[in-house]
């Protein structure tokens, strides 16, 4: 069974960074493309970020794009996605999970793990 553990979240000042992990097991990072979910308070969870199976395919939202950064490390099994110049409004708990074909697009997603809390407050 596939599955996820994100790790890395916490309290942050607007403008600051963070580095958020997802440590698969079950399978491989090269067996799906990988995706980061958000979900805000009283907000429905949005895919924000995916990457590839090969990892030269990088998917972004506007509302992250030129400050969030997805990687990933095979021999580690873990994706990460890179948070930078943080705004009030990132506040959110993030997941990852498979995304198949990067639709980003949570109503297909099967398995979810716990997630990590990111507060952006001054």
């Known amino acids: 069974q596939l599955q996820f553990a994100e790790s890395g979240g916490g309290l942050v000042q607007p403008g600051g960074s963070l580095r958020l992990s997802c440590a698969a097991s079950g399978f491989t990072v090269d067996d799906y493309s990988i995706a980061w979910f958000r979900q805000a308070p009283g907000k429905e969870k949005e895919g924000i970020s995916c990457i590839s199976r090969n990892g030269h395919d990088k998917t972004y939202v506007a509302a992250v794009e030129g400050r969030f950064t997805i990687s990933k490390d095979v021999a580690k099994n873990t994706v990460y996605l890179h948070m930078n110049s943080l705004k009030h409004e990132d506040t959110a708990i993030y997941y990852c999970?498979?995304?198949?074909?990067?639709?980003?697009?949570?109503?297909?997603?099967?398995?979810w793990g716990r997630g990590t809390q990111v507060n952006v407050s001054s």
């Open positions: 999970a498979s995304d198949s074909l990067c639709w980003l697009d949570p109503r297909r997603i099967s398995f």
